[in-house]
């Protein structure tokens, strides 16, 4: 949450076309308000999204320094005050941030007792003041810094520069940060997706590193002020086309993107992702306990995974993972495996951190290469989803319950994934115009209830998900069987019921003509010819749980077009949720 950019250049940049440029790269981090302030001082910022700030700069507005950021609000509401970047007094030094400062009260007291004046409700205001008073303690940068990591609590991705300074300063506790080393400039960010199009090289911070980075040279710093040497990484990154094309968002794009999407990932079993599929198979075979570790739509593709491994008589856990504490105790003999698209997620970090202390193998599927839940892996399968825009999941959901699939092949499944990609397609082209034709009176129902079972018990929660996010839609995934212990009291007259019912399964038949009897507007989704509103290729129930959701998708899409909602960036949300 929140995007960070800061550039650094000998030969000068534009801050329309190149610093904010690369901050849209990272508006899916959040797009609450977003700022800039340049090396001498030139300090801009707005409410809402990027686009109209980069329109209110002049093409000739160059710097050789600068930092950005894109805000996700936590302290403090929507205004341009919160927004970043904050200041100190006299406008010399300038911080943004990425993370959350807990003791920050306590900062601004101790502050605020010394005359230092706050204009901001955030957290972050406490940085520009704290290093002003460091400075004027008569502390060098390092020294200040050195301070600042053991009198803080909390986690922070910074950029701080002092004006007409000419580099920045960089500091980094759990929130993620990375130097890309592009032709002529460093970048530094939240994410490599920023500087992606510009350079393959980065160097990734660790936790309570810093870094100073001027024209020509960078430095990396310990937490005790000791210069450490760090590996330049040369990550690949798949790369879709990243404009939409002819699309009008990038939901329904990356939505069709799905069967080549899809091949891409199914190519790499045997090539190269052979290797480690079998070290995280031989991983899942040998180990005591499995737990998988996800949030949101992550955790459905991992419940997939968990129906699958138990039916193989694999003892396995799906935990959200901001509840985790009260689920488990790792130890050496508990296989952890997180699954996340962005890598970054830190319900998830924080407790592969715990688990890793306690000795638990740690195995996970990322979209992101180098995230931080890759780096904190023994072994990391990737989804090889492409870069998705949306802040919805889509295609990086279906590419996770592939990569469950061929794990489970690997331990014994039956299943033919070479088929998929093709009845993606299928799916996609049978299905799209019915589903826009039901959204229309779908758009206009207050709550909308989606029943499964077994495997299709999360694609109805993944599916309920998608209908609060991207339409504002009350919506209920639920256990078909749990309805009658309670829900069905809601189930009136034209409520909409969507049914998941694979391969004629008799309880949710059963199931869906007790809410019938209710009057309720049933859809059924199945894949049997004739057995269904909306009809999916033939296929096994591990399967069905990816043509079903691509439905699903399909449909809170249409609806969200027909609502006029801002579908590729809900309101209140983020694509990378790197905050408690
Ligand atoms: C929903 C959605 C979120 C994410 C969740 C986890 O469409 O995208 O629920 O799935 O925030 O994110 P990752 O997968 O990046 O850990």
Same mark, same amino acid.
């Given at each position: 949450?929140?995007?960070?950019?800061?550039?650094?250049?000998?030969?000068?940049?534009?801050?329309?076309?190149?610093? !904010?440029?690369?901050?849209?790269?990272?508006?899916?981090?959040?797009?609450?308000?977003?700022?800039?302030?340049?090396?001498?001082?030139?300090?801009?910022?707005?409410?809402?999204?990027?686009?109209?700030?980069?329109? @209110?700069?002049?093409?000739?507005?160059?710097?050789?320094?600068?930092?950005?950021?894109?805000?996700?609000?936590?302290? =403090?509401?929507?205004?341009?005050?919160?927004?970043?970047?904050? *200041?100190?007094?006299?406008?010399?030094?300038?911080?943004?941030?990425?993370?959350?400062?807990?003791?920050?009260?306590?900062?601004?007291?101790?502050?605020?007792?010394?005359?230092?004046?706050?204009?901001?409700?955030?957290?972050?205001?406490?940085?520009?003041?704290?290093?002003?008073?460091?400075?004027?303690?008569?502390?060098?940068?390092?020294?200040?810094?050195?301070?600042?990591?053991?009198?803080?609590?909390?986690?922070?991705?910074?950029?701080?520069?002092?004006?007409?300074?000419?580099?920045?300063?960089?500091?980094?506790?759990?929130?993620?940060?990375?130097?890309?080393?592009?032709?002529?400039?460093?970048?530094?960010?939240?994410?490599?997706?920023?500087?992606?199009?510009?350079?393959?090289?980065?160097?990734?911070?660790?936790?309570?590193?810093?870094?100073?980075?001027?024209?020509?040279?960078?430095?990396?710093?310990?937490?005790?002020?000791?210069?450490?040497? +760090?590996?330049?990484?040369?990550?690949?990154?798949?790369?879709?086309?990243?404009? #939409?094309?002819?699309?009008?968002?990038?939901?329904?794009?990356?939505?069709?993107?799905?069967?080549?999407?899809?091949?891409?990932?199914?190519?790499?079993?045997?090539?190269?992702?052979?290797?480690?599929?079998?070290? &995280?198979?031989?991983? #899942?075979?040998?180990?005591?306990?499995?737990? *998988?570790?996800?949030?949101?739509?992550?955790?459905?593709?991992?419940?997939?995974?968990?129906?699958?491994?138990?039916?193989?008589?694999?003892?396995?856990?799906?935990?959200?993972?901001?509840?985790?504490? @009260?689920?488990?105790?790792?130890?050496?003999?508990?296989?952890?495996?997180?699954?996340?698209?962005?890598?970054?997620?830190?319900?998830?970090? @924080?407790?592969?951190?715990?688990? +890793?202390?306690? =000795?638990?193998?740690?195995?996970?599927?990322?979209?992101?290469?180098?995230?931080?839940?890759?780096?904190?892996?023994?072994?990391?399968?990737?989804? !090889?989803?492409?870069?998705?825009?949306?802040?919805?999941?889509?295609?990086?959901?279906?590419?996770?319950?592939?990569?469950?699939?061929? !794990?489970?092949?690997?331990?014994?499944?039956?299943?033919?994934?070479?088929?998929?990609?093709?009845?993606?397609?299928?799916?996609?082209?049978?299905?799209?115009? +019915?589903?826009?034709?039901?959204?229309?009176?779908?758009?206009?129902?207050?709550?909308?209830?989606?029943?499964?079972?077994?495997?299709?018990?999360?694609?109805?929660?993944?599916?309920?998900?998608? &209908?609060?996010?991207?339409?504002?839609?009350?919506?209920? =995934?639920?256990?078909?069987?749990?309805?009658?212990?309670?829900?069905?009291?809601?189930?009136?007259?034209?409520?909409?019921?969507?049914?998941?019912?694979?391969?004629?399964?008799?309880? #949710?038949?059963?199931?869906?003509?007790?809410?019938?009897?209710?009057?309720?507007?049933?859809?059924?989704?199945?894949?049997?010819?004739?057995?269904?509103?909306?009809?999916?290729?033939?296929?096994?129930?591990?399967?069905?749980?990816?043509?079903?959701?691509?439905?699903?998708?399909?449909?809170?899409?249409?609806?969200?077009?027909?609502?006029?909602?801002?579908?590729?960036?809900?309101?209140?949300?983020?694509?990378?949720?790197?905050?408690?």
């Amino acid at each position: 949450m929140c995007g960070i950019i800061g550039i650094v250049s000998k030969d000068g940049f534009s801050v329309k076309n190149t610093l !904010l440029k690369s901050l849209k790269r990272l508006e899916y981090r959040g797009y609450d308000s977003s700022g800039y302030v340049t090396g001498d001082g030139e300090l801009s910022k707005r409410t809402g999204e990027i686009d109209p700030l980069i329109a @209110s700069i002049n093409e000739s507005t160059t710097t050789k320094v600068a930092i950005s950021h894109s805000r996700w609000a936590t302290h =403090g509401g929507v205004t341009k005050t919160n927004a970043h970047p904050h *200041f100190n007094t006299d406008k010399t030094i300038f911080a943004v941030h990425n993370g959350i400062l807990e003791n920050f009260q306590e900062l601004k007291t101790t502050l605020t007792k010394k005359g230092y004046k706050f204009i901001s409700e955030t957290d972050t205001e406490v940085i520009p003041h704290y290093f002003d008073d460091q400075l004027k303690q008569g502390n060098d940068m390092h020294q200040a810094i050195k301070n600042f990591m053991s009198d803080v609590r909390g986690t922070f991705a910074i950029l701080l520069i002092k004006k007409d300074d000419n580099q920045i300063y960089a500091i980094k506790r759990d929130s993620p940060l990375v130097l890309g080393l592009a032709e002529n400039k460093f970048i530094l960010a939240s994410d490599i997706y920023a500087f992606s199009d510009e350079t393959n090289k980065a160097i990734f911070f660790e936790d309570n590193e810093y870094a100073l980075i001027s024209e020509d040279k960078y430095e990396f710093f310990n937490v005790n002020g000791k210069p450490i040497t +760090k590996k330049i990484m040369e990550f690949e990154w798949t790369r879709e086309d990243e404009t #939409m094309e002819h699309y009008p968002h990038y939901m329904i794009k990356e939505i069709k993107e799905q069967p080549s999407s899809s091949l891409r990932l199914i190519n790499s079993f045997e090539t190269i992702q052979n290797n480690k599929l079998n070290k &995280l198979a031989d991983l #899942m075979k040998n180990t005591k306990r499995i737990v *998988f570790l996800a949030c949101g739509t992550s955790y459905h593709a991992s419940l997939i995974g968990s129906i699958l491994l138990s039916d193989l008589g694999i003892y396995t856990r799906s935990i959200i993972a901001s509840e985790a504490d @009260s689920f488990v105790k790792y130890d050496e003999k508990t296989l952890c495996i997180a699954i996340s698209q962005s890598g970054e997620t830190m319900d998830v970090v @924080s407790q592969l951190k715990k688990a +890793k202390k306690a =000795g638990a193998k740690i195995a996970s599927l990322v979209n992101v290469p180098f995230s931080t839940i890759q780096r904190l892996s023994d072994v990391s399968i990737e989804i !090889l989803a492409g870069q998705e825009v949306c802040v919805a999941a889509t295609k990086t959901f279906t590419n996770q319950v592939i990569v469950m699939l061929e !794990l489970a092949k690997r331990l014994g499944y039956k299943i033919d994934l070479k088929q998929i990609p093709k009845k993606i397609q299928q799916t996609i082209a049978i299905n799209e115009d +019915k589903v826009k034709e039901m959204s229309i009176k779908l758009s206009k129902k207050r709550d909308i209830f989606v029943l499964g079972k077994g495997m299709s018990y999360p694609m109805a929660r993944e599916i309920a998900l998608k &209908l609060k996010e991207i339409d504002y839609i009350h919506a209920e =995934g639920m256990m078909a069987g749990e309805l009658k212990h309670g829900t069905i009291a809601l189930i009136d007259k034209d409520v909409p019921v969507i049914s998941l019912i694979p391969n004629g399964n008799e309880e #949710m038949i059963s199931a869906t003509q007790e809410v019938k009897a209710r009057g309720a507007w049933i859809i059924k989704i199945s894949n049997v010819e004739g057995k269904g509103d909306l009809i999916v290729p033939k296929c096994d129930e591990a399967e069905f749980a990816i043509y079903s959701g691509i439905v699903g998708h399909l449909m809170s899409y249409h609806i969200g077009v027909i609502l006029k909602r801002e579908i590729d960036k809900p309101r209140n949300l983020a694509k990378s949720v790197t905050v408690k």
